[in-house]
């Protein structure tokens, strides 16, 4: 088992900037692959980005391209989203989520953990 937390979710303003943590405890975190979903009011779960085991290599959906950074340290357990240039469509709540597959990462189904999300609210 692999139990996630993730912290930093607030209300900003369009352009601002906020850090998303997600804390891993239980089972070795760099035996997974970390993703960061969300899903917006009405809307299905969508990936937003996803890092490799030591993370050498990073994915991200095209919307948040250039303005999002995921990244992790192993020695922390832990895996960051970096928000910049946030705006109201980035509005929702994001989750953190962990794997052992080694293809698929941008399916939520892939997935086997996940943490209980973090509100982003992006006011206009």
């Known amino acids: 088992q692999v139990q996630l937390v993730e912290s930093g979710g607030g209300l900003v303003q369009a352009g601002d900037s906020l850090r998303l943590s997600c804390a891993a405890s239980?089972?070795?975190?760099?035996?997974?692959?970390m993703g960061w979903f969300r899903r917006a009011p009405g809307k299905e779960r969508e990936f937003v980005a996803t890092?490799?085991?030591?993370?050498?290599?990073?994915y991200y959906t095209d919307s948040v391209m250039g303005r999002f950074t995921i990244s992790r340290d192993n020695t922390k357990n832990t895996v960051y989203l970096q928000m910049n240039s946030l705006k109201p469509e980035d509005t929702a709540v994001y989750f953190c989520?962990?794997?052992?597959?080694?293809?698929?990462?941008?399916?939520?189904?892939?997935?086997?953990?996940w943490g209980q999300g973090t509100q982003v609210t992006v006011s206009s």
């Open positions: 989520a962990a794997t052992d597959s080694t293809t698929g990462w941008r399916y939520h189904y892939e997935y086997d953990y």
């Open positions: 890092i490799t085991w030591s993370g050498r290599s990073t």
């Open positions: 239980g089972r070795t975190f760099s035996n997974y692959v």
